[in-house]
Structure formats: C-alpha cells, structure tokens
C-alpha cells in the first residue's frame, strides 16, 4: 500500500490572517511523520464563488471550473487536517463553503481539527465534525485548539507556536490517530474498489 497522503486544508483567506502561523507549524511537526505524505492545501489558491450550484454535489456535477480542480485535488487525498479560526460560534465561510463543493470525493476520509481564537475554536470544531460527518468522513476525536494565551502570545510577544509543549503533543496525538484512520480506511476503500473491478 503507498502511503496516505493528508490535505493540510488553510480554512481562512483573510489578508494577515493568523492560519499561517499554525500551517508552518503542524506541517513542521507532520514532516517527522514518514508514514504518511503531506500537501498544504490553500484556499486562496482555489477562489470558489458562495455555493451557486444547481443541486447538491451529492446529487449533480459542479458546473465551477475552479470547484472542478478543487474537487479533483480532493479526490487524490486520502485524509485532511482542517485549520480553523471562529467567527462568531462557527467556522470560517471559506473552509465551510469548500467542504460543500466537493461531496463523494470526501466520502470515506478522516479529518482532523486544529483551530485558534478565543475559545481554541471549539465551537467552530464541534460544528465541523458535524458537517463532516455529512459528507462521510471520519472525524477524529484528538484536535488542537490554540486557546487565547497561546494565540496572543504568538501575535504580540514574539512567541512560536512550537515554544509551547502542551501544543507540541496535542499534534503528535492528532497525527498519531489520523495515520491510525488514514490507513484504515485508506485499506477500506482500495478494497471496495477491487470488488467493484472484480464485479
């Protein structure tokens, strides 16, 4: 089996936005983890329209060019790590606007969480996991939520996010249970797709 490879998915298209800082940083963590390929994923560089299409993707193609390539590169991953600020109790428009222009090519994936903000993102997280579940994916229980302190700390006293430990092993968790689900799954449909071959 080749290795799983996980979509580092940029949730915020802000100038100056904060969701940088925690993408350096996972990914850095994620490098030391050979048993899986890493690919960030930023959503600037797929600027989709709000959702305009004629139905549901779960029920017609995507008429968008942009959500067209955007649903390809989904397609060839085989987990995702959503990072996520809060806007007012919810996540990011962007990030949640991406996930409805795909639909299939989610189907049978994990996903996990790292968010940022006041309250860590919490509820931002929780709200994910749900529409996640929608789509069909695996959401994981380990996420990482940089709370306050930590967020302030990095914007104005010079801080990193790898200076602080408890961060450090909350994504070593996270990626510890992704690879866990990536591979599972990633077993799950390759097998499903022989059987349909062998149909």
Known sequence: MTK?????????TRPNRFADKPTQWISAI????TDLEFEVLDLRDYPMPFFDEQASLAWAP???????????????LDGFIFITAE??????????????YAFSEWNNKPV??????????VRA???LRQVAIEVQMAP??????????????????????????????????????????AYALKRARDADAQTAQAA
């Open 125 to 127: 997280v929780e709200q």
């Open 30 to 33: 994620a490098q030391q983890h």
């Open 140 to 181: 994981i229980r380990n996420a990482v939520h940089i709370l306050l302190p930590d967020f302030v700390a990095v914007l104005q006293q010079g801080k990193k996010l790898a200076d602080f430990e408890h961060l450090n092993q909350g994504a070593e968790q996270l990626l510890k249970q992704l690879s866990w689900w």
């Open 4 to 12: 799983p490879r996980i979509g580092i998915v940029v949730g915020s």
């Open 62 to 76: 995507a008429q968008n060019e942009v959500a067209l390539r955007w649903q390809k590169k989904v397609e060839e």
């Open 112 to 121: 996990a969480f790292v968010g940022y903000g006041g309250a860590g993102a």
């Open 87 to 100: 806007y007012n109790h919810g996540p990011t428009a962007v990030l949640k606007n991406a996930i409805d």
